[in-house]
């Protein structure tokens, strides 16, 4: 029996073959779309939408139809049984296969992608099919069974569309002109209908469907396939923020910006770098070795002294001993969003973190090129490869002089997917911290890992477990132990290191980059965006910091404590002076959301949506808020001005690195 009754519907020409294509695509990606609804049912149940979902979903297939089908019939429509319209003919076989293959492939990887992202395939995908070797590593190694199922979807899809094909004549069903004229150009009205989807002055995009607060929720309407097309579309280009969330006159966004810094106004020295300013080190002495210990996706609620799961022990003592902060938040859910951070202060932005932005690869601020600029030596520790989501190119074009990672590791006695475990690490960076202390030159390093990463692997030397006990606590591959392990590393590094010469003038940062996750049907999740971070050393002395923060606030608290007095145009807070209450805040980074959160409300902006303004408990967000003007004006227009500005600034080369020559202050 032919697949799918081809021979029932009677395909005798190419035009006819290109019609079923439309058909059975339709119907399969309603049927994966309904398998989704199904699976995600609690998610969806509290918006009683279901099918609002199917509807639009169906609207979102026939806009992908009309991009990937309409080309292929109207030159199916002219076909004629000759020499010339077999080749041409051959041609849209191909096309109809592979576009087929590749549509219901796509499908078929989705609720794994989901599973880890809570979200469709959208440009996180596209990040990582940059990077083949070490994706392809940690698939083969955390997600054999989704990578077998794929290949099953792929190899089904390719033999059944094949099957479709290879018979049909190649030539169309029309032979007369006067037949196919009217069906060419109805075709062109018909699919120019379908791709626009919308009598609006825009064509349609995602967010004239979207409805929800869950970004997931959002997504399943549409399919995998657009959602991938549109991600790479959105990414040709670094997209024009106030494209997304409306404009506003570029004086008034710096004028809120500014008045936030907690800055005199009088040490703005630039009219051309309008958030450049004089910043006066709290510590006096002789400057500081930083050392930064950045961790791989180790949220707050993982550790036990920040109310989360008693995973961290080590982590946990060694925030006793520093400055620990509790109320923490990471700009966004990536890790280069992390390094953008912590490295260079920089405003989160829809666009893609500064780490892989053309403009910003060189002459960009970063924390490495004013200190490279004061005689330090500069570095970046990384187990894997630090190609890797650009890194390597953004770190020496911007104050790194030296990049330390797996190529040049002296033996390590584990490697995983993502490169050596922390432990390797951390002995690498004890090796090259005591190196670069007996130079007798101050230093900078920034230390990354990798071990608290899909697929989560790590040696038995800090803990022993179990492989055949299925318990959660005892099986390795897990993300609890994962952490377990990274911290026991972390521990045997400070043991280390309080013993090295280089302890006694050294401050060190350990900040996670961001949570492991950020998932849930919130607008904006705040508890997912919740992160250790303990600033630690000789010096230090030990608190708990309860102010509402940020991560851009540590590059300027570090410099303060090393040190060093300078002109940069870091917007974050230096904590090592008061902060009022008033100006307390989080920004997040959420997809395409932005959040601003001081200590009561938090206001979030997406594309193409009126603001909405909630309340919230410091990890939820709480009661909406009608917008009055009152509110417009306190929050929202502040708050609008923070989500504008690192697009400007960005646009129009803000935030440049500007080497002040011995503390001279340049006037424009």
Partial sequence: MDVLGTQFFKINSI????LYFIFVTFVALSAFRIFLLIHYSERIVSTGDALYMLIQGARVDLVLMGYVYLIPFLVSVF?????????IAFVIKLWLVMAFTTLIFMEVITPEFIAEYDVRPNRLFLDYLKYPGEVSSMLWAGYKGAILLGLAGLYISLKVAFNWVKNVPSHASYSSIFVRVPVFFLAIVIGFLSIRSSLQHRPFNPSMVYFSNDNLVNTLILNSSYSLLYSAYNSREDRDTSQLYGAMPENEIIDYV??????????????KYPTLAKHRASYRGKPKNIVILLQESLGSRYVGSLGGEDLTPNLDRLMQEGWAFTQLHATGTRSVRGIEAVITGFNPTPARSVVKLEKSQTGFFTIASLLKSRGYQTQFIYGGESHFDNMKSFFLGNGFSNIHDLPVFDHPHFVGSWGASDEDLYNE??????RMYKTGKPFFSLVFTTT?????????????LNDSNSSEDTRKGTRENAIRYSDCALGKFFEKAKKADYWQNTLFLVVADHDSRAFGSSL????????PALILGKDIVARRDERLSSQIDLPPTLLSLAGIDASYPMTGFDLTHDIPESKQRALMQYGENFAWMDRELITVFQPGKIVKVFKHNGHQLQTELSLTDTLKKMKVKPAKAQALFGGLAYQKGLYDFIDLKGGEVIQH
Avoid: Q
Avoid at 15 to 18: G, P
Avoid at 80 to 85: E, I, Q, T, V, Y
Avoid at 452 to 464: A, L
Avoid at 524 to 531: L, M, N, T
């Fill in 79 to 87: 076909l004629a049984d000759n020499k010339l319209s077999g080749y």
């Fill in 15 to 18: 035009n006819k073959l290109v």
């Fill in 452 to 464: 608290n990463h899909t697929p989560f692997e790590y040696p038995d030397t800090c803990m022993k």
């Fill in 429 to 434: 960076a004890h090796k090259e911290l005591s």
């Fill in 258 to 271: 500014r008045s936030n810094m907690n800055v005199n106004s009088d040490d703005f020295i630039s009219s």
């Fill in 524 to 531: 904006i999740p705040i508890e997912h965006f919740e992160i």
